[in-house]
């Protein structure tokens, strides 16, 4: 599937409508940080399905949370949102991609005035293992 946006309900009773984002929706992470689910995406890659869960974090980068605050924020939204999320809809994928983006930009089009943070994880054994880009 090439850049298929899956429409579902997400664990913790957000629900995700295609081309909307999240933004009366808050969710709660380490960080206190507020964060929106903008989208969620299965993403051909090399020939796996990675999904991809884009999040929109208004207060990364100059304004104000640098990237060691948000890293814990990304370790628990794989692990209590993404995991769930997988389970509940029966889902597999080598690769749970969780990004952080100041503001919702275009999947894959180069936006450098936004600042965003991205991690990959290998679901594995219902744990989330960081995986090095």
């Given at each position: 599937m090439n850049d298929l946006i899956a429409t579902a309900v997400i664990a913790a009773n957000l629900t995700l409508v295609p081309g909307t984002a999240m933004a009366e929706t808050?969710?709660?992470v380490p960080s206190g940080q507020p964060l929106t689910l903008g989208e969620v995406l299965i993403d051909d890659t090399q020939g796996e399905d990675w999904i991809r869960f884009r999040f929109i974090a208004s207060e990364i980068g100059d304004a104000g949370v640098n990237?060691?605050?948000?890293?814990?924020?990304?370790?628990f939204l794989c692990q209590h949102l993404a995991l769930p999320y997988l389970a509940e809809y029966g889902l597999t994928s080598p690769r749970i991609?969780?990004?952080?983006?100041?503001?919702?930009?275009?999947?894959?089009k180069s936006t450098p005035d936004v600042?965003?943070?991205?991690?990959?994880?290998?679901?594995?054994?219902?744990?989330?293992?960081?995986?090095?880009?």
């Open positions: 808050m969710i709660t990237y060691e605050q948000a890293a814990p924020d990304m370790d991609i969780i990004s952080l983006s100041s503001r919702m930009v275009e999947f894959g600042t965003q943070y991205f991690e990959a994880y290998r679901p594995e054994n219902n744990t989330c293992i960081w995986e090095a880009f």
